[in-house]
């Protein structure tokens, strides 16, 4: 069985209840940054090897 997704009244809502914030949001206020362009390989955790390198090999 499958959960519907959420009414847009219902993320609405939710919203309001969470101080209208998200996940990325609080993240970015959190480091300081205003926008997601303003993310830097340092503000991001990774474990080693995750990262692929564009023409690597697979």
């Known amino acids: 069985m499958h959960t519907p997704p959420p009414s847009w009244d219902e993320v609405a809502w939710l919203g309001k209840e969470w101080g209208g914030r998200s996940g990325i949001d609080s993240a970015l206020m959190s480091l300081c940054l205003a926008s997601v362009h303003d993310l830097t390989p340092d503000d ?4 080693d090897g995750f990262a692929a390198v564009l023409g690597g090999a697979r």
């Open 44 to 47: 991001v955790l990774t474990p």
